[in-house]
């Protein structure tokens, strides 16, 4: 084409950005990779590898190695042993660390941005001016934090030897995500980058080397599914965290079940994309542009479901329409396409089906002639409309290009549909009222809200989901959390096993006389018979009769469950009601201290008895202090944006009460849990569970809305079965043995409902920096970061 | 592009030099090495005070290059409206093919929509047949809300373009800006059918920044408003820049302003 004709037809030229020199790095290492273990290459122990390839025209980069689980029991070895030195550097010294890295992946951030490019097929555009720079972030902020750490967390420590496995999407990202918090907060790592797409973790490797970072600090061990089980399954890691699906996240928590390995998640989404009739259409449009063809819809928190209100959902569709038309598909190193290659065929396979599944179930399905380039994964940007909540595009994670969009009628259906999701990773907000946005955010079940803006992340701002979407929080002091533990946890003796009730013994005993005492479970604010129609004896210290307490089952969780959730109002009142409540409680627990510890004094002691009913009072106080203080934060990210980071409640927490406490245990993990604005179903102490009529006599006098404490006596190993399956509970927390914990966990992956645990080990109750405050707080609430813009 | 000068030191020799480089903006020898002279590349028009019409109309006459009269109490707009009126009536009838006019600001702040619109309707009339281009003065206007009002009122009572800036204010052209006014032009034609044209002036000097403009204008309103009918940039310092740009691409090596000619 002349230059005349260039300057009449006004097409975009290519302009490619020239792969050159992640080329000859790649040829430099011989186009072929082993792990990265001890600060060394390693060739892979079974001499296994597998090739990584461009998306976009098939063509071979390199061959990695396939990790066995002797090269996992390599890396973690390595890990291991650098531990201690690693640790017992200063938070200065490790910060230097960080800021190093920082530094280096600034110098060579043309080269990772092109092997990205490369290596997923997502545009250059996007590697260079949205991944890199976000990773470079990522590692001075947690310099900063490396720095700051002891100063921050005084009872924290580090977890230990940390396992990462990331996902194809974001590679180098993801990578900075993961370990930038772990280095920071003093974990070693072994990381597994994705099958896909393992080379920037490779060139990151390297970059560990250059700038002298302690060997073992960072492994990199690449490879297939089996590679990270082999690291999820490994017997001396201590953490695993992990982004990627929803089904694999629930495998791993199944997995690490019967462990004491920390997790945290960071699974799927199907993000609701709101746009209200007042909102600045166009930009929404825009806004639409990087939500769901950004990385061609391959994020986890693309907003895929679009809801528009109905009185402008014909002229947004138009809108969309049209800016659809101009999306530019191409080769992903031209600097000016917005669209690049699908990751894998795979992926594509999966797209199409999906889609194909969406028009079969009646879906309209409209796509531009957007040009693709031959050969290579390549899917046009897509838009289905008829779709509906019962539509299997709106409920499944599709991860590709496609945007299927319906209508709302009122704010409030809105809400209604946007929360009609297992998932809750983010949504975006579009209207011009800061108040409707703010309303709406603030209803919205997912851990990032975006208003009038989307797809915008920062190192300070935490990012992870609610519900299914999974739990931890990556970014921000939240995501550090996830990486430390109080200091005394780590060597807290193991509870011994505890014994079955006393039901068990067969010695006859006769109750004790005078007036029956009936202690029912307490449902929904009524005292309420067993569904069993059973009780249970309940034996004192010497295995005297004490009573009989209501024998729960299964379906009394179920009825609690529901009232529970009714009570869902007290996390709308105010924090300073809580509060109300809660010295009110204390005030009646004082008035009635004596007869409390009295009775209680049978099950475990006057002397215990009466410090349980002291600690008590005080602990009512710690968490009436706490219901209105526990606040969030407002971070400043580097753009024209605050984003505030909201602590929000859970929903309805289960809890199992330990055993050894029962009113101070009862009241330390049900405090946390109802002061953060959470409904709850408690399953009391099994030693002596007939401290649930005093309790439910206090919440009663202490004008405790019904429903927001629900109490279900009977065997705690039957009972939390059904509590940690029930997929309308969204935490459970148990302190209990071993085999308890186990079991919670197991059965939690359902959900994948958050689980607090004592891993099996001694609290000790009377203390209060083992008992008390942030910890159990920042179990009993979840962050929510909703950004908002300056403006207009 | 309108090659412009509006300065107090302007004389009608200094327009004449302007006029000669808008009817030969580049040298023919790079037109040559590009290989465009079908094309026949002229400015659109040259931009001048009503005194110096004349003066411009003369020395471009024979070319294609239009006359462009700033006119309406011009930067500040707040002479009496009669005293604009007559302006504008005077610039036609020296032979201005088109009218730069300056809206009251005042009226925005006020949202005193009828007032201004009758006002630009009255500038209308005022031009007849003759173009008229509506400067906002988005710099003072400064938020976005004002400028989109501002835009579409404009363009009901009449506008043929709407331009940002007379290049007197604080802030010039700004992308942001130039966002609000393409897509109220757009919304504007979807309701009317009406293409009204765009011009971003004044602060726009390097040819990256065109560019940037150009890919706006390509995303925002098509490649059907890329002509100099319906898209302007108004400015005096860019053309010396694209001319070094231009020169690059045919040498490959860089170029310095003083090997082209000004105006």
Request: hydrophobic share 40%; net charge negative.
């Amino acid at each position: 084409m002349s230059i005349a004709e260039k300057f009449v037809a006004l097409d975009y030229g290519p302009a490619l950005e020239d792969p050159k020199e992640a080329f000859v790095w790649l040829d430099r290492h011989n186009r072929s990779f082993g792990h990265f273990i001890n600060g060394a290459w390693q060739p892979p122990s079974e001499e296994k590898y597998f090739d990584t390839s461009d998306p976009s025209n098939g063509e071979k980069l390199a061959r990695v190695a396939q990790g066995s689980t002797s090269d996992i029991d390599a890396a973690v070895k390595a890990a291991r042993a650098a531990l201690p030195k690693w640790q017992a550097l200063s938070p200065h010294a490790r910060a230097l660390y960080l800021y190093a890295l920082a530094r280096q992946i600034q110098k060579h951030s043309r080269r990772l941005a092109v092997l990205e490019t490369l290596d997923n097929g997502k545009p250059i555009r996007e590697c260079r001016d949205i991944d890199i720079p976000l990773v470079a972030r990522h590692f001075y902020y947690h310099a900063g934090w490396a720095h700051l750490l002891h100063q921050e967390f005084p009872d924290y420590t580090a977890c230990g030897v940390v396992g990462q496995i990331i996902p194809w999407n974001f590679p180098l990202l993801m990578l900075s995500w993961k370990i930038a918090p772990a280095l920071a907060t003093g974990n070693t790592v072994v990381l597994k980058p994705a099958e896909f797409t393992p080379l920037t973790a490779l060139a990151f490797a390297e970059i560990c080397d250059e700038i002298g970072l302690p060997p073992g600090v960072v492994n990199i061990v690449t490879g297939d599914g089996s590679t990270g089980e082999a690291l999820v399954k490994h017997p001396d890691v201590d953490k695993i965290a992990f982004t990627g699906s929803t089904e694999v996240g629930r495998a791993i928590r199944t997995a690490t079940a019967h462990s004491h390995k920390r997790l945290s998640l960071e699974l799927g989404g199907k993000s609701p994309f709101i746009v209200f009739e007042d909102s600045d259409l166009d930009s929404a449009v825009e806004g639409l542009v990087d939500g769901i063809w950004l990385n061609q819809g391959q994020v986890c928190c693309a907003g895929s479901r679009l809801l528009m209100q109905e009185s402008i959902a014909e002229t947004l569709l138009a809108k969309i329409r049209n800016r659809m038309s101009t999306l530019r598909a191409g080769p992903p190193l031209d600097k000016s396409i917005d669209l690049g290659a699908i990751v894998s065929g795979v992926q594509l396979d999966r797209i199409r089906r999906l889609v194909n599944q969406g028009i079969e179930e009646g879906s309209t399905c409209w796509q531009p002639d957007t040009e693709l380039p031959s050969g290579g994964f390549y899917f046009p940007p897509t838009l289905l409309t008829d779709v509906h909540p019962t539509s299997i595009v709106m409920q499944q994670e599709i991860f590709g290009p496609v945007l299927a969009a319906m209508t709302f009628r009122t704010p409030a259906e809105a809400v209604e549909l946007a929360n009609n999701t297992v998932y809750g990773l983010a949504a975006s907000v579009w209207s011009e009222s800061v108040n409707v946005a703010l309303q709406i955010a603030s209803q919205l079940k997912a851990g990032v809200v975006w208003v009038n803006c989307t797809n915008m992340f920062d190192a300070s701002c935490g990012f992870g989901g609610y519900r299914e979407s999974g739990f931890g929080r990556e970014g921000g002091k939240e995501g550090l959390l996830e990486y430390l533990e109080p200091w005394w946890f780590k060597s807290a003796p193991a509870l011994s096993a505890q014994s079955q009730p006393a039901s068990v013994t067969n010695e006859k005993a006769s109750l004790p006389s005078g007036i029956d005492r009936t202690v029912k479970l307490y449902i929904g604010g009524k005292q309420l018979r067993p569904d069993s129609g059973y009780s249970m004896e309940v034996r004192g210290l010497n295995g005297e009769m004490l009573g009989e307490a209501a024998l729960g089952n299964r379906k009394d969780i179920r009825n609690a469950v529901e009232a529970a959730r009714k009570a869902a109002g007290w996390a709308r009142g105010s924090a300073h009601n809580r509060a109300q409540i809660l010295y009110y409680l204390a005030e009646n627990l004082s008035q009635r201290g004596q007869e409390i510890a009295t009775r209680l004094a049978a099950a475990v002691g006057e002397e215990q008895a009466s410090a349980e009913v002291k600690f008590s009072i005080e602990r009512i106080f710690s968490y009436a202090a706490w219901a209105d203080k526990f606040d969030g934060a407002v971070h400043s990210p580097p753009f024209r944006n605050i984003a505030i980071a909201m602590n929000e409640p859970l929903g309805t927490v289960g809890v199992i009460c330990p055993s050894e406490k029962p009113l101070l245990g009862f009241l330390s993990l049900v405090l946390p849990v109802i002061a953060a604005g959470n409904t709850t179903v408690v399953v009391p102490s099994q030693a002596y569970p007939l401290i649930a009529g005093d309790l439910y006599q206090l919440f009663d006098t202490s004008d405790l809305p019904d429903g927001v404490v629900n109490i279900v006596t009977g065997h705690s190993a039957e009972l939390l079965k059904t509590l940690a399956e029930h997929e309308g509970v969204d935490s459970i927390w148990c302190f209990g043995d071993e085999s308890n914990v186990s079991v919670v966990k197991a059965f939690s992956a359902g959900n994948l409902k958050q689980v607090f645990t004592n891993e099996g080990r001694v609290i000790e109750w009377f203390d209060i920096k083992q008992s008390e405050g942030r910890w159990y707080l920042e179990h009993a609430t979840q962050v929510k970061n909703i950004w908002v813009p300056y403006g207009e | 592009m309108d090659l412009t000068t509006l300065s107090g030191d302007d004389t009608e020799e200094r327009v004449r030099r302007l006029c000669a480089k808008a009817v030969r903006p580049i040298q023919h020898e790079l037109i040559e090495r590009l290989a465009v002279e079908p094309l026949k590349v002229q400015v659109a028009a040259v931009c001048v005070y009503h005194r110096f019409v004349e003066t411009a109309r003369r020395a471009l006459d024979g070319s294609d290059v239009r006359v462009a009269a700033v006119s309406t109490g011009f930067p500040a707009g707040l002479s009496a409206l009669s005293t604009r009126v007559a302006e504008i009536r005077s610039s036609v009838a020296a032979g201005a093919h088109e009218i730069d006019v300056v809206i009251t600001r005042a009226l925005v702040f006020g949202a005193r929509w009828q007032e201004l619109y009758d006002e630009i309707a009255e500038f209308k009339n005022a031009c007849g047949s003759v173009h008229m281009k509506v400067i906002l003065g988005t710099g003072d206007l400064l938020t976005l809300r004002n400028v989109a009002r501002a835009s579409f009122v404009a363009m009901m009572a009449g506008a043929d373009f709407i331009k940002t800036s007379t290049g007197k204010e604080p802030n010039n052209a700004t992308l942001p800006v130039g966002f609000v006014m393409t897509r109220a032009i757009r919304e504007y034609g979807e309701e009317t059918g009406m293409a009204v044209g765009f011009k971003p002036a004044g602060g726009i000097r390097s040819a990256k920044e065109s560019i940037e403009w150009l890919a706006l204008m390509k995303e925002e309103l098509g490649v059907s408003w890329m002509n100099s009918s319906l898209f302007r940039f108004g400015a005096s310092g860019l053309l010396n820049d694209i001319e070094r740009q231009l020169e690059h691409h045919v040498t490959g090596r860089y170029s310095a302003d003083y090997r082209h000619p000004i105006a």
